[in-house]
Structure formats: structure tokens, C-alpha cells
């Protein structure tokens, strides 16, 4: 492990939040100076990988990495973008027992939160 990817799957785990290739980006530089937009995206491929974090595709144009990597949902605000983690543990042990050869899965609900409801 180099102290980039060190300093990258600390970031993800402190967070607890669902954070862009550039948020991360923002966040490293404010303790590496020197690091780069390319180095947090290879390190960041190569920590999915390895299956310590989680990719997923929000449909807002952007990428996301999850500490989570537990078989769960996310729930996607189309207003204003937060994004929240959404159980689905009885689905994802039925698909294991019904597909053997299941890789993995990705479920993205996008809704409007409360927040943008009330605005």
C-alpha cells in the first residue's frame, strides 16, 4: 500500500458518505499537495479491485465510491443529488441462493427527499 492509497481509503472510511473521484481529489489535497487527479483514479480502480471499496454509477453523471461494501441499495435524490445507502439483505440472499453464479448486483433508486419536497 502507498501512502496515496493509504490516504484514499482513509478519506472513503472517515466520510461515511458517498464521495466523487474529485471530491476525494479536493479532500487529499488539503494533506498531500503533491498528489494528482490521475493517482487518486488508479488508486482508487485498484481499491475496487480489490474489493475494498465499492463503485457505483449514480446516473448524475458521476462515479461514486462506497466504503460499504456489504450487498446494499442506494437511494438517489434527482433534486438535489444525496445519496443514501437502502438495505436489501433478503434480496441479496435470495439471489444468491437462486443465481450461483451471481458476481454482483447494483440497485439505484433515484426519488425526490424530503428536503427538495418541502422546498
Request: hydrophobic share 35%; net charge positive.
Amino acid at each position: 500500500m502507498s501512502k496515496q492509497r493509504d490516504l484514499i481509503l482513509k478519506i472513503i472510511h472517515e466520510s461515511k458518505l458517498h464521495l466523487s473521484a474529485d471530491d476525494i481529489f479536493s479532500i487529499a489535497l488539503k494533506t498531500m499537495s503533491n498528489i494528482s487527479l490521475g493517482t487518486v483514479y488508479r488508486n482508487l480502480n485498484n481499491l475496487v479491485l480489490d474489493g475494498q471499496i465499492v463503485r457505483f454509477h449514480s446516473g448524475l453523471g458521476k462515479d461514486y465510491y462506497d466504503w460499504n461494501t456489504m450487498p446494499h441499495g442506494h437511494l438517489i435524490c434527482k433534486s438535489c443529488g444525496s445519496i443514501m445507502d437502502y438495505d436489501v439483505k433478503n434480496l441479496a440472499s435470495h439471489l444468491k441462493r437462486d443465481v450461483r453464479s451471481l458476481v454482483s448486483f447494483e440497485i439505484k433508486i433515484e426519488y425526490i427527499c424530503e428536503k427538495c419536497q418541502k422546498k
